[in-house]
């Protein structure tokens, strides 16, 4: 069926800009196609990797139950190398650090803290990777010790843990005999953590003993 005029002025009009505008369309559709692929790789990748490193945390909490130190560390430390951005990782190291911990092994525990408030890409996990190294720490002591765990303690603190951060502040202070911050810092703690209904009963009351400690008043 011959085309009328109309219709054949729209067809030139289309021929003249496809010729145009061919290949910027071309690269375009090119360009999506890729990061379309490229997404679902990845989306691949990643469930992958997930589904890898909990049958390799099974084996590190299989371990835990045997009792078998040397196999639980094995493990932290290859869920560190082979999946670090994994939340299995940083939640292997938190508990790699306390097996370490209670051996007596502080060095390593250390090391295991200090990879998972680098590295944990879990907010929740970051904010405890860190609290806890800020402890190991001023259970070390050393001037070089007190001065890690300021760093750490001078960040901006991860959201939702405000009161625990202050609490560490609070415990930085004691250890170095700084009574008057101590209490301060205990009980700007101790506001926040009012404030924040879903810390358990027994955070409340382990900052109210401190408090006590420095003859501090919850109010």
């Known amino acids: 069926m011959p085309l009328d005029l109309e219709e054949q002025e729209q067809l030139d009009q289309f021929k003249a800009f496809w010729k145009k505008y061919r290949n910027l369309i071309t690269g375009v559709l090119t360009v999506a196609l890729f990061a379309y692929a490229a997404y679902s790789g990845y989306q691949w990748w990643r469930n992958s990797q997930a589904l890898e ?16 130190k040397e196999q639980t560390l094995r493990a932290a430390d290859d869920l560190q190398k082979q999946f670090s951005s994994t939340p299995y990782a940083s ?22 803290l200090r990879w998972a408030a680098k590295n944990a890409s879990n907010e929740g996990y970051l904010a405890l990777a860190k609290l806890r190294l800020v402890t190991q720490l001023i259970e070390q002591g050393t001037e070089k010790d007190f001065a ?15 009161a625990l951060w202050l609490e560490r502040r609070g415990d930085w202070y004691l250890a170095q005999k700084k009574n008057a911050e101590a209490k301060g810092s205990y009980q700007e703690a101790w506001k926040k953590l009012d404030q924040a209904k879903e810390f358990p009963e027994e955070a409340r009351r382990l900052l109210k003993v401190k408090l006590d400690a420095v003859g501090g008043v919850a109010q």
Not at 91 to 112: C, E, T
């Open 53 to 68: 490193a909990s049958k390799l945390y099974e084996t590190m909490i299989s371990a835990i139950a045997k009792g078998d």
């Open 91 to 112: 939640m292997s190291s938190l508990v790699a650090a306390r097996i370490a911990s209670d051996a007596g092994d502080s060095a390593k525990a250390l090391d295991y």
């Open 148 to 162: 890690e765990a300021d760093q750490i303690l001078k960040e901006t603190p991860i959201a939702g843990f405000e």
